[in-house]
């Protein structure tokens, strides 16, 4: 069974503001990463990652985040999660990624 995801992308003079909706898997990676890389690459300030509407994450989508956040820490940046869903939120905390990735302090349950 194949999920689907969206990612909005949108560039402010001070931020990059992206939204990831749906699936962040195996199935959906490779798409999402093309965007991500992108929108570092080509943004400015930090990247100001949405996931009010994330669905699920897979090991594949928790080492995508992890690269878009190295990738922007190269090129003096942060990518900073919004709206963790709580199960997200477990997930990061198990793995202990909640260690390595920027969570926006006000919106961690």
């Known amino acids: 069974m194949s999920g689907s995801s969206e990612v909005e992308v949108s560039v402010d003079p001070e931020c990059t503001q992206i939204s ?3 699936r962040l898997d195996v199935s ?3 798409d999402v990463r093309e965007l991500l ?3 570092v690459d080509h943004g400015v300030g930090d990247l100001h990652c949405d996931l009010t509407d994330l669905e699920l994450v897979d090991a594949t989508g928790l080492g995508l985040l992890l690269g878009t956040h190295r990738r922007a820490g190269r090129v003096g940046r942060r990518l900073v999660l919004h709206a ?3 199960r997200v939120h477990r ?3 198990a793995t202990r990624l909640d ?3 920027t969570l926006d302090a006000a919106e961690v349950a």
């Open 91 to 93: 997930l990061l905390l």
């Open 37 to 39: 890389h992108a929108a």
């Open 20 to 22: 990831v909706r749906g």
């Open 84 to 86: 963790v869903p709580p």
């Open 28 to 30: 959906t990676v490779a």
């Open 99 to 101: 260690r390595v990735l």
